[in-house]
């Protein structure tokens, strides 16, 4: 990128006032100089447009604008790394600082434009492949504010990256500052995202996901202890906000996710896909991942046809489509790039062992969920699109995913081999208590049975396993249990796009497989965040698809656990689910009145379904923030209550079901 041959006054580096190798850059100008930078624009649409700047080699801008708002724009700043400095950030004039009910602070200026800050300044190590492999609060040394201006000045330590988000609110954006200003209930209460499994928490908190203008996961790996880009955390925020521009018809939501949109394409390759580097430096590509930007993707599209998006999209899906394998089953989406190079995939530390299991090529993994994702998001494409060129691979993959999960080879041998993989999946309290033999017995089947579990199955290969739990793959050295809801949910995703298929005994089974064993109760001790957001995810599309009320009473008693362990409650759990619930039957989830009342919006179909979950310890009087009449409201045990939600009482730690009275 080329460097601009002049820099606003206002911008200088070097010796200063502030200190050694510090620099002052004043919030004006930043907006002002990415603004004018059309010939470093990265992408246009109709509804958004993304430019970069370089202010010499010290500080770089990023500046997401909104062509139908005008002055409204959300500018990310990034100091290079360098010498231990201080920064300063100016604003003319007469300015007021305020915290913000939804997140971070607003600098209100007598010009009476408003800057909201989501989160502070963050001093962060970046890669040369953008991973974060670190990253803290910068210190705030100082605040100076006079009738003819503001400044704040942060330490930067040496060799780290300065990184700050700023939105800047020209007079006439009233509404949205209005918006970040009086968040209703529901807009603060824990969201759980499905690619970091952390809990998101009102509108500031979406930069803890959006750095430096794209979405990464916000954890560190566990194997590399870094943060890498991720797509399916990018739909998963996307979701959410849906969810909530619906629920609260605020435009603020939707400039954020016109934003996430932008972050998303921004970063697509050329050839369609996105790269992330997990797990090894040459950059492999996610398939899980790549096709959480695929459906971000599709959801944009059905909201709003743009030729930018539909162009994006044709190439994500592409890219998707081109990534399987042929097996003596049928066509296998892969998951990971590294799969197609058996030499990186050894080289990135992976333990397979390479193999020509049921006629698959050497690297291939046979990972069951991604291969159902990428099923569902490409035949969503079609759907949406009216282009059919896939249409014969997906039909291969699901002739494959039938005889996959139609093995059933040495029974015999594995109700012995999961009898005594079912002494791991007990929870602790109750492993404690097992005679000594079974105690001994449960730590040999953990140290040597899992480990060595990949070599039965690649002699008698079978993914659907007595007491029906569904392995995640055929081909790793390691045994997963918590992708069980995993499997769960995509399933159910693949069963509502094909209803044809026959998934139920399969499906039932692993229901059965989580509640009927000690999974659900091993996951809840040990606070385990994936199995659990998954499972409450997996009820969704069960409550979705089926009007038993046993799975209503799965949900709440899930959604009971996931606050007591402030996990969060799934994107889908607002209601608008793209694959659930088409656009023309999404009904506004309630915001209830009380903090301590969780809602589950089942509203599927034209017809509305509340779930209203209690989980303190003291019965809370129903009340909303807005209107949520004609519903008619049951007890836990299906008994209708009352048609007045108003003379309500949620008993402790229970659960009411509204459902639409209307005929």
Same mark, same amino acid.
């Given at each position: 990128?080329?460097?601009?041959?002049?820099?606003?006054?206002?911008?200088?580096?070097?010796?200063?006032?502030?200190?050694?190798?510090?620099?002052?850059?004043?919030?004006?100008?930043?907006?002002?100089?990415?603004?004018?930078?059309?010939?470093?624009?990265?992408?246009?649409?109709?509804?958004?447009?993304?430019?970069?700047?370089?202010?010499?080699?010290?500080?770089?801008?990023?500046?997401?604008?909104?062509?139908?708002?005008?002055?409204?724009?959300?500018?990310?700043?990034?100091?290079?790394?360098?010498?231990?400095?201080?920064?300063?950030?100016?604003?003319?004039?007469?300015?007021?600082?305020?915290?913000?009910?939804?997140?971070?602070?607003?600098?209100?200026?007598?010009?009476?434009?408003?800057?909201?800050?989501?989160?502070?300044?963050?001093?962060?190590?970046?890669?040369?492949?953008?991973?974060?492999?670190?990253?803290?609060?910068?210190?705030?040394?100082?605040?100076?504010?006079?009738?003819?201006?503001?400044?704040?000045?942060?330490?930067?330590?040496?060799?780290?990256?300065?990184?700050?988000?700023?939105?800047?609110?020209?007079?006439?954006?009233?509404?949205?500052?209005?918006?970040?200003?009086?968040?209703?209930?529901?807009?603060?209460?824990?969201?759980?995202?499905?690619?970091?499994?952390?809990?998101?928490?009102?509108?500031?908190?979406?930069?803890?996901?959006?750095?430096?203008?794209?979405?990464?996961?916000?954890?560190?790996?566990?194997?590399?202890?870094?943060?890498?880009?991720?797509?399916?955390?990018?739909?998963?925020?996307?979701?959410?906000?849906?969810?909530?521009?619906?629920?609260?018809?605020?435009?603020?939501?939707?400039?954020?996710?016109?934003?996430?949109?932008?972050?998303?394409?921004?970063?697509?390759?050329?050839?369609?896909?996105?790269?992330?580097?997990?797990?090894?430096?040459?950059?492999?590509?996610?398939?899980?991942?790549?096709?959480?930007?695929?459906?971000?993707?599709?959801?944009?599209?059905?909201?709003?046809?743009?030729?930018?998006?539909?162009?994006?999209?044709?190439?994500?899906?592409?890219?998707?489509?081109?990534?399987?394998?042929?097996?003596?089953?049928?066509?296998?989406?892969?998951?990971?790039?590294?799969?197609?190079?058996?030499?990186?995939?050894?080289?990135?530390?992976?333990?397979?062992?390479?193999?020509?299991?049921?006629?698959?090529?050497?690297?291939?993994?046979?990972?069951?969920?991604?291969?159902?994702?990428?099923?569902?998001?490409?035949?969503?494409?079609?759907?949406?699109?009216?282009?059919?060129?896939?249409?014969?691979?997906?039909?291969?993959?699901?002739?494959?995913?039938?005889?996959?999960?139609?093995?059933?080879?040495?029974?015999?041998?594995?109700?012995?081999?999961?009898?005594?993989?079912?002494?791991?999946?007990?929870?602790?309290?109750?492993?404690?208590? =097992?005679?000594?033999? @079974? +105690?001994?017995? %449960? *730590?040999?089947?953990? #140290?040597? $049975?899992? /480990?060595?579990?990949?070599?039965?199955?690649?002699?008698?290969?079978?993914?659907?396993?007595?007491?029906?739990?569904?392995?995640?793959?055929?081909?790793?050295?390691?045994?997963?249990?918590?992708?069980?809801?995993?499997? =769960?949910?995509?399933? @159910? +995703?693949?069963? %509502? *796009?094909?209803?044809? #298929?026959? $998934?139920? /005994?399969?499906?039932?089974?692993?229901?059965?497989?989580?509640?009927?064993?000690?999974?659900?109760?091993?996951?809840?001790?040990?606070?385990?965040?994936?199995?659990?957001?998954?499972?409450?995810?997996?009820?969704?599309? =069960?409550?979705?698809?089926?009007?038993?009320?046993?799975?209503?009473?799965?949900?709440?008693?899930?959604?009971?656990?996931?606050?007591?362990?402030?996990?969060?409650?799934?994107?889908?759990?607002?209601?608008?689910?793209?694959?659930?619930?088409?656009?023309?039957?999404?009904?506004?989830?309630?915001?209830?009145?009380?903090?301590?009342?969780?809602?589950?919006?089942?509203?599927?179909?034209?017809?509305?379904?509340?779930?209203?979950?209690?989980?303190?310890?003291?019965?809370?009087?129903?009340?909303?923030?807005?209107?949520?009449?004609?519903?008619?409201?049951?007890?836990?045990?299906?008994?209708?209550?009352?048609?007045?939600?108003?003379?309500?009482?949620?008993?402790?730690?229970?659960?009411?079901?509204?459902?639409?009275?209307?005929?």
């Amino acid at each position: 990128m080329q460097t601009p041959k002049a820099v606003s006054p206002a911008i200088s580096h070097g010796m200063d006032s502030v200190g050694r190798g510090g620099g002052t850059y004043s919030l004006d100008d930043l907006f002002r100089l990415a603004a004018e930078a059309q010939r470093h624009e990265v992408v246009r649409a109709r509804l958004f447009a993304r430019t970069e700047q370089e202010l010499s080699t010290a500080a770089k801008v990023i500046l997401d604008t909104f062509p139908d708002l005008p002055g409204v724009a959300c500018c990310f700043f990034r100091a290079a790394p360098g010498q231990a400095r201080k920064l300063r950030f100016t604003l003319s004039g007469s300015c007021t600082v305020h915290s913000c009910p939804s997140g971070g602070w607003l600098l209100k200026t007598s010009d009476r434009t408003t800057y909201w800050i989501p989160l502070p300044p963050m001093l962060r190590r970046v890669d040369t492949r953008l991973r974060i492999l670190s990253e803290a609060a910068a210190p705030l040394t100082g605040l100076d504010s006079s009738p003819l201006g503001a400044a704040i000045d942060v330490e930067v330590h040496e060799g780290a990256h300065l990184d700050c988000a700023v939105w800047c609110l020209p007079p006439d954006a009233g509404q949205i500052l209005e918006a970040l200003e009086s968040p209703r209930v529901i807009e603060l209460q824990g969201t759980f995202m499905w690619g970091s499994h952390t809990t998101l928490r009102g509108p500031a908190d979406v930069y803890r996901y959006l750095v430096h203008g794209f979405v990464y996961e916000n954890r560190f790996e566990w194997r590399h202890k870094w943060k890498i880009c991720a797509e399916n955390e990018a739909y998963a925020l996307y979701i959410t906000l849906h969810g909530l521009q619906l629920a609260t018809g605020k435009q603020l939501y939707a400039l954020l996710k016109r934003q996430l949109l932008c972050a998303a394409i921004s970063r697509q390759s050329q050839d369609g896909g996105w790269y992330h580097g997990e797990w090894s430096d040459f950059m492999e590509s996610h398939y899980r991942l790549h096709n959480g930007g695929l459906l971000l993707l599709e959801a944009a599209f059905e909201e709003q046809r743009d030729a930018t998006v539909e162009a994006s999209l044709r190439t994500a899906a592409a890219y998707t489509a081109r990534h399987a394998d042929t097996t003596d089953l049928g066509l296998w989406f892969l998951h990971d790039s590294l799969e197609e190079d058996v030499e990186l995939l050894l080289k990135s530390g992976s333990k397979l062992t390479p193999s020509r299991l049921l006629g698959k090529s050497p690297g291939t993994k046979l990972i069951l969920n991604t291969h159902l994702d990428s099923i569902v998001a490409l035949d969503r494409y079609r759907e949406l699109t009216g282009d059919d060129r896939y249409a014969d691979q997906i039909a291969s993959a699901r002739e494959s995913t039938r005889a996959l999960l139609a093995l059933r080879p040495a029974e015999w041998l594995y109700r012995l081999v999961y009898w005594a993989v079912g002494l791991t999946l007990l929870p602790p309290t109750e492993a404690q208590r =097992l005679p000594l033999p @079974l +105690r001994a017995a %449960r *730590r040999i089947v953990r #140290e040597h $049975l899992l /480990p060595r579990l990949h070599r039965i199955k690649q002699r008698f290969p079978r993914m659907v396993m007595p007491r029906g739990l569904i392995d995640r793959h055929l081909s790793m050295p390691h045994y997963d249990v918590n992708y069980q809801t995993v499997n =769960l949910m995509d399933l @159910l +995703r693949l069963r %509502r *796009r094909f209803p044809q #298929e026959d $998934l139920a /005994p399969v499906i039932e089974g692993a229901i059965s497989a989580v509640t009927d064993t000690g999974l659900l109760r091993s996951w809840m001790e040990t606070r385990q965040r994936q199995g659990l957001g998954y499972w409450i995810e997996a009820l969704y599309h =069960l409550c979705t698809l089926e009007s038993d009320l046993v799975y209503r009473r799965y949900l709440a008693e899930a959604i009971l656990v996931a606050e007591d362990i402030e996990l969060g409650l799934p994107p889908s759990l607002l209601g608008t689910n793209p694959e659930a619930v088409k656009p023309r039957d999404r009904i506004p989830c309630p915001s209830p009145a009380d903090s301590r009342i969780r809602v589950a919006n089942l509203s599927c179909s034209g017809k509305r379904e509340i779930l209203a979950v209690n989980c303190s310890g003291v019965g809370i009087a129903l009340a909303w923030e807005g209107d949520v009449a004609g519903l008619e409201w049951k007890a836990a045990h299906g008994q209708l209550i009352t048609k007045d939600a108003s003379a309500l009482t949620v008993p402790a730690r229970s659960w009411v079901l509204g459902v639409d009275g209307r005929p």
